[in-house]
C-alpha cells in the first residue's frame, strides 16, 4: 500500500466555507508529508484565506477554481441539474478522473449524495449508498449505518448496509471479521417489523459475523463494530444523541458556575473537566462516509470548525489508504458469484 | 377534584419484587397522605417485607393476595391465557372493578400491555395502547410517544398518540394546548417516509397545537411539550439515550478516579457533580405510562430501585387526580363528532 494520498476539498461547503476548509487542510498537510490537497472553489477567496494563514500553493497543495457553490438549504435535484462547476461537483469530478483519491464537503447532504451518485455511480451490487459514521463506545468505538440517506429500506439494503460497514471496520482495522449487530427494540412480544425480521435472516446466511439483534444502548456499550439500521432510524438515534450529550454538557456547565464555590470547585476539577470533555468530543468522530459509491466521498458536519473538518479529512484519506472501496466491491463479488 | 386516590401495585413484578415495591409504596404513603395503596401478589411474602420495615396493613395500605407470578421472560400471550390469577392480572382488575384508581407494574411489559388492553379495553377512537414517558429536557420536560407498544404504526396510529399526548401534559400541567412536535429526520431531499407526511397532515388539521417536524435533537431541546413517532424509532431514541447517558457517567467517574490528583479535584467537586447528577437521574423519570386504555396503567422499569419506584406510584396518582383518561375520551369525542 502506497501512503501518498491526494484529497479535493469542497473549499466553499459548509457553515464557515473557507475560513475552516482552508485553515484545516493547512493543518493537515503540515501533520501528514505524504498527503496532498487540492482546494476546490473561488480561487479568490481561496487565496485570501491562505494568505491570512500565511500560506500560498505548492507541489502538496493545488487549488482548482470552479464559479459556484450549493446553497446549504439548496434543492439537490436543483443544485445537480443547474450547479454543473459548484465546487462540490467539481470535487467530486476530481475524484472520478482519479486526479484525487476521495473528496470532502461540509456542504448540502442532499446535494451531495444525489452529486456523488450521479457522478460516480454505485459500486456493483449495491443498491443504495449509506452514510456511515464512527461514533466512541465504552470500549472504543463503532461505526453506525445508516444515518439519513436512505429512510425507508429493504432487508437487502440493510444487508448491504451490514456488508459494506464490515468492509469498511474490516479496511480500516485491518480484521478479518467485524462483528454486525441489527438495531431492534427489546420487548419479547414486538421483536421488530417484519423488515428487521427479514434483515435479521439475510445477515444471518451472509457469512459476515452476524452478532444478531442489539438495542440502542448497545451502540455506546460497544456491543458490536458494525451497527445496521434504516437511515430514519440512525438519524434520530443520531441526532438525540447530540442533543442529549449537548444538554448533559450545558447543565454540568450550569452546576460548575452557580456560585462562587462551585466556580471554585471547577477551577480545582478544570483537568479532570477537559480530560473528559476531550473523550467525548464529538469533533473527534467528525467525517460521515458515504458508502456504496466507486469512490471515497465523506461528509464534514456543516457546522464543523477547523478542528473537526481535519478529522473529516483524515478519514478520508484514511480510507483511501485501506482501500475500503475494493474491500467493499471484493466482497459484493464473492457474495453475487456465491449467489450466483 | 378529589385527592383521594387509590393505586394497586403489582408487588411481585420487576427484578427485585416485593423488596422494592414494598418499601415505595410505604414511602409514598407517609408523604402523600391522599393517597391508598392495595399491595397485589403473594400474602406472605408481602407481609415479610412490611414486617422487615416495621409496617403492617392499616386502613390506607391494603394486601390482596394473588398466588401466581408472571415471569419477567415469559410469553405475554402464555401469561394472559394461563395466569388468571397472577399479581399483575389481579392489579389490573381492581382498576377494572374501580376498586384502584390506577396500577403500578414493574413487571414484563408485553404482558403489562397485553394483559391491561384485554381486561381494561382502549378508549372509543383509539385503535392501539402506546407508552409514552417524561424526558428531562433543557426547559423542562417533554413527554415521548411511542416508547416501543407499536413497531409498525399507520398515520391514524401517528395521529391518535398526538392526541393522547397533547391531553396528557394538558391534564397534568392544566394547560389549554401543549405543542405537539412529530419526530422526522432532517435532511432537506428526504423528509421522512410516507407514513409520517402522512402523520403531519393529520396532525396539521387535529386542532391540536402542532409545532411540525423535529429532529431528535428537539427532544432533550425541549422543542415542543410532546414528542410523537412510532414505537420502534421511540424505542432506539430512549434506548440509545440511556446508552449515552451510561457512557458519559462511567467516563465522568473514570476521569476523576485516574490518580491522586483527580480523586482529590473530585472530592472537591463532589457537591457539583451531586447536583448534576441529580438533575439527570433517570430515576426521576422511571414510569412510563400505556396511555389509550380505559384505565390508569403505569409501566415501571424492571431494575426500578425504591426511589425510581416511588416515582412510578407518584406518576400513577398524578394522572388519576387529573383526570387525564377523561381528557383524552373527551378529547376523541369531540374529534369523532367533528369528522361525522
Redesign the interface.
Known amino acids: 500500500m502506497t501512503n501518498d494520498v491526494t484529497v479535493a476539498i469542497d473549499a466553499m461547503g459548509g457553515d464557515h466555507g473557507p475560513v475552516v476548509t482552508v485553515a484545516a487542510a493547512l493543518k493537515c498537510l503540515a501533520r501528514d508529508p505524504a498527503l496532498t490537497i487540492i482546494l476546490v472553489g473561488r480561487q479568490d477567496e481561496i487565496e485570501l484565506q491562505l494568505r491570512a494563514q500565511h500560506a500560498k500553493p505548492d507541489s502538496r497543495l493545488h487549488i482548482h477554481h470552479a464559479t459556484e457553490v450549493v446553497g446549504m438549504?439548496e434543492?439537490?435535484?436543483l443544485a445537480m441539474r443547474n450547479k454543473k462547476d459548484s465546487s462540490m461537483r467539481v470535487a467530486i469530478n476530481l475524484v472520478k478522473s482519479n486526479e484525487a483519491g476521495a473528496c470532502v464537503s461540509a456542504g448540502?447532504?442532499?446535494a451531495l449524495?444525489?452529486t456523488a451518485r450521479f457522478v460516480l455511480k454505485m459500486l456493483p451490487g449495491i443498491e443504495r449508498p449509506a452514510i456511515a459514521s464512527e461514533l466512541?463506545?465504552?470500549k472504543g468505538r463503532t461505526f453506525v449505518l445508516d444515518l439519513?440517506?436512505?429512510?425507508?429500506c429493504t432487508p437487502e439494503h440493510l444487508l448491504q448496509f451490514g456488508i459494506m460497514g464490515a468492509m469498511l471496520v474490516s479496511a480500516l482495522d485491518q480484521r478479518e471479521a467485524p462483528s454486525v449487530g441489527l438495531?431492534n427494540?427489546?420487548?419479547?412480544?414486538?421483536k421488530?417489523?417484519?423488515i428487521v425480521k427479514q434483515a435479521a435472516d439475510l445477515l444471518r446466511q451472509s457469512g459476515l459475523n452476524f452478532y444478531g439483534n442489539i438495542?440502542?444502548?448497545?451502540?455506546?456499550?460497544g456491543t458490536t463494530d458494525v451497527v445496521v439500521?434504516d437511515?430514519?432510524?440512525g438519524?434520530?438515534?443520531?441526532?438525540?444523541?447530540?442533543?442529549?450529550?449537548?444538554?448533559?454538557s450545558?447543565?454540568?456547565r450550569e452546576?460548575?458556575t452557580?456560585n462562587l464555590?462551585?466556580r471554585?470547585?471547577?477551577l480545582?476539577?478544570l483537568?479532570?473537566?477537559k480530560?473528559?470533555k476531550k473523550?467525548?468530543d464529538p469533533r473527534r468522530y467528525n467525517g460521515a462516509t458515504l458508502l456504496g459509491l466507486r469512490g471515497v466521498v465523506v461528509k464534514s458536519h456543516g457546522g464543523a470548525d477547523r478542528y473537526a473538518f481535519e478529522h473529516a479529512i483524515e478519514q478520508a484519506a484514511r480510507e483511501v489508504r485501506n482501500n475500503v472501496q475494493q474491500r467493499i466491491s471484493e466482497k459484493m463479488a464473492i457474495l453475487q458469484k456465491d449467489a450466483a
Open positions: 438549504d434543492s439537490p435535484a448540502n447532504t442532499g449524495m444525489a466512541p463506545t465504552m439519513g440517506a436512505n429512510v425507508d438495531l427494540i427489546g420487548e419479547e412480544e414486538i421488530g417489523n417484519e438495542e440502542g444502548d448497545d451502540i455506546y456499550k439500521c437511515g430514519f432510524v438519524n434520530v438515534a443520531l441526532k438525540t444523541s447530540e442533543g442529549l450529550a449537548k444538554m448533559i450545558t447543565m454540568l452546576e460548575f452557580r464555590f462551585t471554585l470547585a471547577g480545582v476539577a483537568p479532570v473537566l480530560a473528559f473523550r467525548v
